[in-house]
């Protein structure tokens, strides 16, 4: 790995932001709906005023709750060599990759053509994520093909049959999360089983600025159950729910995430959580948000810095363009990719993501997964010792320059990672021209082969039909048809 990651902040300006993040959580705090979440933070010392439902955190609430949170810990796959560990470092510990959630339509960036996601699409994307070596976490889609009510907890079940990868589960309500927790043990082997071996993330939403609704707290009370790790996505749209200066949106968003620590830690101690500032901003000239532009990159790289600073693991989904315009998307994701990763990142979300998270694209998910290649390579860094100096080499050399004949070359050529592409093409010109195929091509053809050639081995079928019987029951107690 490289010796630093890049650092935009000095020691006293983060000093800065968290002394002025706690001024808030102590002077404005947080707005929290439940009774029950007041009465156990004013228990843990936290001032309340029930009225009002605002909850004032002190400095040694926040200090108590970052001794408290896990700093590292390990997602699952439906089945053990797609574990990995989260909040580690150090040697070839790369970040994870998650491709983007909750998106409703699908976009094919060879035709140009796009059509609401169905529920074959989330199988499909499963399959395909399985069968990509660097994506880690397959985040549920949204399909506009089924019943409303149980949507989450079919897309949940067809995704588990489908691939083995770590699945960040979103869910609509408490109620709907009760039956995909139930999905979620099944698969584990029980529920002892996914509290060791969470085969699923989950989420907990703060609506910017800091306050929690109701059901928020009841799904983290069910997450608590089973210590699955939550996402609590930090959702601040610089100069509309949050300051228009972009050290104030650092300030309210990190008093957030300072908060929402408490919030958690207190609730369920110990549960797994990241630092995820999912950042926008306010474009006041056209009136919508935009997921990536140059203070977007600037606030989210503070706040992975923030992130390191409280010992935290830090994510944010960067990879999230702003639009189709698919030469657009290649630049807003290779610049926001490489920043990030250099930043030292835990996690990567927004894989394959288009239109601010609103569109997917499988061919996409593709070449990202050649990108998430590029940044590893560069987080690699730099072998340096005596023999790779190679003093000796050049002095040898003499100003020759033959080194593809030197022994040294020979001895490093497989021993000194490279960074080698099958999609990205090198060709000069007119060698191009006599096969003119595109990266979107290539795409295309590697997509191809998965879907054909890659084998996901089924559930057995005991558990397919718990599963089934599970979202029957959900169907029917929901109220859809069944």
Same mark, same amino acid.
Request: aromatic share 6%.
């Given at each position: 790995?490289?010796?630093?990651?890049?650092?935009?902040?000095?020691?006293?300006?983060?000093?800065?932001?968290?002394?002025?993040? /706690?001024?808030?959580?102590?002077?404005?705090?947080?707005?929290?709906?439940?009774?029950?979440?007041?009465?156990?933070?004013?228990?843990?010392?936290?001032?309340?005023?029930?009225?009002?439902?605002?909850?004032?955190?002190?400095?040694?609430?926040?200090?108590?709750?970052?001794?408290?949170? @896990?700093?590292?810990?390990?997602?699952?796959?439906?089945?053990?060599?797609?574990?990995?560990?989260?909040?580690?470092?150090?040697?070839?510990?790369? @970040?994870?990759?998650?491709?983007?959630?909750?998106?409703?339509?699908?976009?094919?960036?060879?035709?140009?053509?796009?059509?609401?996601?169905?529920?074959?699409?989330?199988?499909?994307?499963?399959?395909?994520?399985?069968?990509?070596?660097?994506?880690?976490?397959?985040?549920?889609?949204?399909?506009?093909?089924?019943?409303?009510?149980?949507?989450?907890?079919?897309?949940?079940?067809?995704?588990?049959?489908?691939?083995?990868?770590?699945?960040?589960?979103?869910?609509?309500?408490?109620?709907?999360?009760?039956?995909?927790?139930?999905?979620?043990?099944?698969?584990?082997?029980?529920?002892? $089983?996914?509290?060791?071996?969470?085969?699923?993330?989950?989420?907990?939403?703060?609506?910017?600025?800091?306050?929690?609704?109701?059901?928020?707290?009841?799904?983290?009370?069910?997450?608590?159950?089973?210590?699955?790790?939550?996402?609590?996505? #930090?959702?601040?749209?610089?100069?509309?729910?949050?300051?228009?200066?972009?050290?104030?949106?650092?300030?309210?968003?990190?008093?957030?995430?300072?908060?929402?620590?408490?919030? /958690?830690?207190?609730?369920?101690?110990?549960?797994?959580?990241?630092?995820? $500032?999912?950042?926008?901003?306010?474009?006041?000239?056209?009136?919508?948000?935009?997921?990536?532009?140059?203070?977007?990159?600037?606030?989210?790289?503070?706040?992975?810095?923030?992130?390191?600073?409280?010992?935290? @693991?830090?994510?944010?989904?960067?990879?999230?363009?702003?639009?189709?315009?698919?030469?657009?998307?290649?630049?807003?994701?290779?610049?926001?990719?490489?920043?990030?990763?250099?930043?030292?990142?835990?996690?990567?979300?927004?894989?394959?993501?288009?239109?601010?998270?609103?569109?997917?694209? @499988?061919?996409?998910?593709?070449?990202?997964?050649?990108?998430?290649?590029?940044?590893?390579?560069?987080?690699?860094?730099?072998?340096?010792?005596?023999?790779?100096?190679?003093?000796?080499?050049?002095?040898?050399?003499?100003?020759?320059?033959?080194?593809?004949?030197?022994?040294?070359?020979?001895?490093?050529?497989?021993?000194?990672?490279?960074?080698?592409?099958?999609?990205?093409?090198?060709?000069?010109?007119?060698?191009?021209?006599?096969?003119?195929?595109?990266?979107?091509?290539? $795409?295309?053809?590697?997509?191809?082969?998965?879907?054909?050639?890659?084998?996901?081995?089924?559930?057995?079928?005991?558990?397919?039909?718990? #599963?089934?019987?599970?979202?029957?029951?959900?169907?029917?107690?929901?109220?859809?048809?069944?």
């Amino acid at each position: 790995m490289i010796d630093n990651f890049f650092d935009m902040l000095t020691d006293e300006k983060l000093g800065q932001i968290h002394e002025a993040s /706690l001024i808030v959580l102590e002077k404005t705090g947080l707005r929290i709906d439940p009774p029950l979440a007041l009465e156990k933070l004013a228990a843990a010392g936290a001032r309340v005023d029930k009225a009002r439902q605002r909850v004032y955190l002190s400095s040694d609430l926040v200090e108590q709750a970052l001794k408290t949170v @896990p700093k590292s810990f390990t997602c699952a796959g439906r089945t053990p060599e797609f574990d990995f560990p989260v909040g580690k470092t150090g040697k070839d510990l790369m @970040p994870s990759f998650r491709t983007v959630g909750g998106a409703i339509n699908l976009y094919h960036l060879g035709t140009d053509r796009v059509h609401p996601i169905g529920i074959k699409d989330c199988g499909e994307m499963a399959h395909l994520v399985d069968g990509l070596e660097n994506i880690n976490i397959l985040g549920a889609l949204t399909p506009q093909d089924i019943q409303l009510e149980t949507y989450d907890i079919e897309t949940l079940k067809v995704m588990l049959e489908n691939g083995r990868k770590h699945i960040w589960a979103l869910t609509t309500d408490s109620k709907n999360l009760r039956y995909q927790l139930e999905m979620m043990s099944a698969v584990a082997g029980g529920s002892a $089983a996914l509290c060791k071996r969470p085969v699923c993330s989950g989420i907990v939403c703060m609506i910017a600025p800091l306050y929690f609704p109701f059901d928020e707290i009841e799904r983290l009370l069910l997450y608590g159950e089973y210590n699955l790790p939550v996402r609590v996505p #930090l959702t601040p749209i610089i100069g509309a729910n949050a300051p228009y200066t972009l050290a104030g949106t650092l300030t309210q968003t990190n008093a957030e995430a300072l908060g929402s620590l408490v919030v /958690l830690q207190t609730l369920c101690p110990k549960i797994p959580t990241w630092y995820y $500032a999912l950042i926008q901003s306010m474009d006041m000239a056209r009136g919508h948000t935009q997921f990536v532009n140059p203070e977007v990159m600037l606030v989210e790289t503070a706040h992975l810095q923030l992130a390191r600073y409280y010992g935290l @693991p830090a994510a944010t989904s960067p990879v999230m363009g702003n639009t189709c315009q698919t030469l657009q998307n290649m630049f807003e994701k290779g610049t926001s990719l490489t920043m990030t990763a250099l930043a030292g990142i835990n996690e990567v979300g927004g894989v394959g993501g288009m239109e601010n998270g609103l569109i997917t694209s @499988p061919e996409l998910v593709v070449i990202e997964n050649e990108m998430i290649d590029y940044a590893k390579r560069l987080l690699k860094g730099i072998d340096i010792n005596a023999e790779t100096l190679a003093a000796e080499v050049i002095i040898r050399d003499d100003h020759r320059g033959k080194y593809l004949e030197d022994p040294h070359t020979f001895q490093h050529l497989r021993k000194e990672a490279r960074f080698k592409p099958s999609l990205f093409d090198t060709r000069p010109l007119l060698a191009w021209q006599k096969d003119p195929k595109t990266i979107i091509d290539r $795409a295309e053809e590697k997509m191809a082969a998965i879907m054909k050639d890659h084998s996901v081995p089924p559930l057995e079928e005991k558990l397919t039909l718990e #599963l089934n019987q599970i979202l029957k029951t959900a169907k029917r107690d929901l109220g859809g048809s069944v």
